[in-house]
């Protein structure tokens, strides 16, 4: 569960983002849609607390991002911008670390890192060392290590950016199984159709502001219009910046 | 604590991976060693010339003063003849010295008047100073010979002349002589101590940046002070085997080339002094990992971190570079300053001189307390959100 509230940064001159509201539940997929450099990535840095909001507050289930960030930490999986690997380390080597660093070890650990390598068919490279490794198959890795923790908020930053078709649907498909599990998840995109076909809510950002949230339906009833695509552009403004 | 011990333990399992960048690490441990061992093999005979030896002098118009001649023969001079163009031969390295008596020689001699003789020699290169001064003293004892015969022969004392005597009492041991050589050994095992944690803490700290991994370890749930000595510590051991491999290279320097021959007596560097020099570089160790990494974590790329690191290690080495011409006693405020305090202590120690245990010890204290300064300025810098964004 994800509340975010009249959250704001700036940087400099820059205002990222502007007050920006919402709330993500529990077993939901939600969306912030908009355009490069709305605020889409600035927000979800704030709610993985690696920048502070320069006014307003989010609570991940119940922990404020301000004042108890290694809580708030705990409870979430992230797959941020930059999902660098350490290349000399094997796939698992690589989601062992970020285990480890969540308090795993032992058994436990080992059973969720061979769950997670089966859920995302990725035994056969597992224990080979990720330099080299194919932009789908990094993902495969950033992706484990963001769950090995089973964490019940799970924030995803342009998940399918850089995908081909059939790693997009895999990907895809375990968005489906994470809100099968009742996990509240928070992804951001700036493709139109990803958002339009994955998501259970959509955030609207554009300029760092929130121009308009709801479902695809209430989305579409308060736009008049008879399709998300032409929704979308009539609550942007333009169609710039999105696909 | 057990956190700090998991980031250690990854960043040395993913760094001994790495074998490119730790062996070059290595090498600048064996650099020291074998360069000092070079310049041993090198100069060290040129320290030991024997004075008894015989000395060749070629003479440029030997017949114009058959006197000196025979005095200089007398006095172990094995007289040649000049080559062609003695400035170019000396210049060129062919021979150190050449003496040239001119024609006026043998008219001013007979008259008592001033004789000129020249001396063709080039003060610049080092190897020949000792045969220079040989023949300075030599044409200076003769000149004092003939003079005092002449005042006798007009009948007053040579001691009218000879206002202050002076008599040198040379305090030097051969052992001194060897100082010079030995005061570049601190330079060397310090520079050894921050060139083996370079690598690890420029990976750890810019590359970690540079791969876009650090953003991800950010966000598991732990203290920012949790990650920082985590990485500071997986520089340990990889610049204390540098320090380690170091010393044992000196170690072997001095006790299997005939370091006795060429310098007339051993430097002490037995296993007692190498542990000694070895515990009291410990602090170091912290001191080097630290600053290299504060500065590592400042730079945006590793390529600009790696401009940076080596001039952080040859800034501590500069004092002791110092110390190898302007010896510095062992006072406290030295001790005061990190690496210093240490290189004047290392000096001691090989010179078997007595080293105060209150110097040890506010040296270490000391060394401790300034990097774990350090340390707390780099929390302080991965702290920011700067570190994240990216903007130095």
């Not at chain 2, 114009?64 to 031969?89: S, T």
């Not at chain 2, 240490?342 to 040890?360: C, D, G, K, T, V």
């Amino acid at each position: 569960m994800i509340e975010v509230h009249e959250l704001s940064k700036s940087f400099g001159k820059i205002k990222a983002v502007q007050s920006v509201s919402f709330s993500a539940a529990n077993g939901q997929i939600t969306g912030l849609l908009g355009p490069n450099g709305a605020g889409k990535s600035t927000t979800l840095r704030m709610l993985y607390t690696l920048i502070k909001p320069d006014s307003g507050f989010a609570r991940i289930d119940g922990f404020d991002i301000t004042e108890s960030p290694i809580n708030v930490q705990r409870h979430i999986g992230v797959l941020s911008d930059a999902q660098g690997l350490y290349p000399r380390l094997t796939a698992r080597e690589n989601i062992r670390y970020f285990g480890r660093l969540h308090d795993l070890n032992g058994l436990e650990l080992e059973q969720r890192i061979e769950g997670l390598l089966a859920v995302l068919d990725m035994q056969s490279i597992a224990d080979r060392k990720t330099e080299g490794f194919s932009t789908g198959e990094q993902l495969k890795v950033a992706i484990a290590r963001a769950l090995v923790h089973d964490p019940k908020n799970v924030l995803l930053d342009e998940p399918t950016n850089g995908l081909d078709v059939k790693s997009t649907r895999a990907m895809r498909q375990l968005i489906y199984k994470l809100r099968e599990q009742g996990k509240c998840i928070l992804l951001t995109s700036h493709i139109m159709q990803e958002v339009a076909a994955l998501c259970d809510h959509i955030v609207i950002i554009s300029n760092g502001l929130v121009s308009a949230q709801g479902s695809p339906n209430e989305l579409l009833l308060r736009t008049g219009k008879n399709n998300l695509e032409d929704a979308f552009i009539e609550v942007i403004g333009s169609e710039e910046g999105l696909q | 604590m057990n956190k700090i011990w998991i980031i250690c333990q990854k960043e040395v399992v993913d760094s001994m991976r790495d074998y490119r960048s730790w062996s070059t690490g290595l090498f600048w441990a064996i650099f020291g060693p074998l360069m000092i061992g070079g310049i041993l093999l090198m100069v060290g005979s040129s320290f030991r010339e024997d004075v008894e030896k015989p000395l060749n002098l070629p003479v440029q118009n030997s017949q114009n003063a058959p006197g000196l001649i025979q005095f200089l023969q007398g006095n172990n001079v094995i007289v040649l003849p000049a080559p062609a163009d003695p400035a170019a031969a000396v210049r060129q390295g062919d021979v150190d010295v050449v003496l040239i008596i001119p024609k006026e020689y043998r008219e001013n001699f007979p008259l008592s008047e001033t004789a000129t003789v020249e001396l063709v020699l080039d003060s610049s290169r080092q190897s020949a100073s000792v045969n220079i001064t040989r023949i300075e003293n030599l044409l200076d004892g003769y000149s004092k010979y003939i003079g005092s015969l002449r005042l006798v022969a007009r009948g007053v004392s040579p001691q009218v002349i000879e206002v202050v005597a002076i008599r040198q009492v040379d305090v030097a041991t051969p052992q001194s002589r060897a100082n010079l050589l030995v005061s570049f050994l601190p330079y060397f095992i310090i520079f050894a101590i921050f060139n083996g944690a370079s690598p690890i803490i420029l990976d750890t700290t810019a590359g970690e940046r540079e791969r876009r991994s650090l953003e991800p370890l950010l966000i598991n749930p732990l203290p920012r002070r949790t990650f920082v000595l985590g990485k500071l510590l997986a520089a340990f051991p990889f610049s204390l085997a540098s320090l380690g491999i170091t010393l044992i290279g000196f170690g072997i320097v001095f006790n299997v080339l005939p370091v006795e021959k060429f310098l007339g007596t051993r430097i002490e560097l037995n296993g007692k002094t190498l542990i000694s020099i070895f515990l009291i570089c410990l602090p170091i160790i912290f001191f080097a990992s630290a600053i290299q990494m504060l500065v590592a974590s400042f730079s945006r790329s590793t390529k600009e971190a790696g401009t940076y690191l080596p001039f952080i290690a040859l800034v501590p080495s500069l004092p002791g570079l110092a110390l190898a011409f302007f010896p510095v006693k062992a006072t406290l405020w030295t001790m005061l300053i990190p690496t210093f305090g240490q290189q004047i202590l290392i000096n001691q120690f090989m010179r078997l001189e007595p080293i105060s245990a209150l110097n040890a010890v506010v040296s270490s204290v000391m060394t401790i307390l300034v990097s774990a300064i350090i340390t707390l300025a780099a929390v302080k810098l991965y702290e920011r959100e700067q570190i994240v964004i990216g903007k130095g």
